[in-house]
């Protein structure tokens, strides 16, 4: 199973980052834990310098801005 | 350049609405219709320039520029000028600061670019030359990155590192220089759909502020009468800049709302260097803010934070005023 994180403190953006991962997994019938990160401590673990953040399966694929429900199927399925 | 769209409005107000000229409301719409379309134009030429540069010099890029070369102190104009057109949102301030510092980028040089960012953006750009021309907006950008850059060195030679929280001094004492970036080898026309879909993205998130900015301004423009404001902020009241810039600092708007008013304070009569200053400290510092910044500063690094640049904007409304 595919594992995604979402980095962001919790502004707009990362909130619609959240909602575009749900909205794609339901769309393209795929299983993955998604996890939220919303600690600032945490998220510079992953030395990042813009957030919003999507990683999946512990590798960043976007950073700085929020992916469309599409672009995510797309990253979700290669 | 915008012959046509002013051809345009009035075309549309005045013929297809028929509405009167010269009345109050034909006025208001025909100042909406104009600005509308004038602004929603620079707005996509600004934001594709600006994501072009961009997409050139990400900001991790200028991260591993700043903490690997000796720059002799010019270390804070880079930082400025980088800030200046790097698209800023601010809940990414926190991860920025935190990602210069553990860098080893110096705090000062940190600040220079945490402060340019918000003070200077595209939709800020792209707004300024619609409504107060290019002079104008030349005076503030240059203005914002010597902002910035005041702001930093100011604040370097205060020696702040001590009141940063606890796990942030961590990181900085294991601060180390960054290692390559994978590049991204494309050529421009690859870059190409990347960046038109930013720049739409971005006059999407601000359309609405826009357009409720200029509509405001529009009945502004059109109800009240010239020289109204003079009476309490004119050029001679020595004590109009702080107070817009005091008043301006917890207000909380982007660019996008506060510039379309800002423009009508100015034709009724209020100096351009205050509506600057004003703009500034409403776009450039805010409450919500100063809590992003409570999760790597103590409060007292915050309040100093915020006098020095309440301080630089104030001094340069007054030098606004004094050259424009």
Known sequence: MKQIKILGTGCSKCKSTYNNVIEAL????????????EDIEEIMKYNILTTPVLMIDEEIKVKGRVPEINEIKQLLTV | MFDWVENFAGWLVY???????????????NFFVYDTIKILILLFI????????NSYFPVDKVRNFLSRNKLFGLEYFFASLF??????????????FIGFVKGGIPLGVTFAFLITSPLVNEVAVAMFIGMFGLKATLIYVVSGILLGMTGGIILSKLKLEK???????????????EGDLKEDKKTFLQRLPEIFKEAFGIIKSVFWYIIIGIGLGALMHGFIPTGFFEEYISKDNPLAVPLAVILGVPMYSNAAGVIPIIQVFVQKGIPIGTAIAFMMAVVGLSIPEAT????VMTWKLIAIFFSVITVSIIFS????????
């Open chain 1, 26 to 37: 339901k769309l393209s019938d795929i299983q993955a834990d998604v996890i939220k990160i």
């Open chain 2, 15 to 29: 013929s297809v609405f028929r509405i009167a000229e010269g009345s109050k409301a034909g006025d208001a719409l």
């Open chain 2, 46 to 53: 600004i934001t594709s320039v600006m994501g072009a540069v």
């Open chain 2, 83 to 96: 800030g200046a057109v790097t698209p800023f949102c601010s809940c990414s301030s926190v991860p920025l």
């Open chain 2, 163 to 177: 009141y940063l929280s606890p796990w942030v001094q961590n990181i900085l004492s294991q601060a180390e220089k």
């Open chain 2, 292 to 295: 992003l910044l409570k999760k």
């Open chain 2, 317 to 324: 409304g007054y030098l606004f005023n004094i050259i424009l």
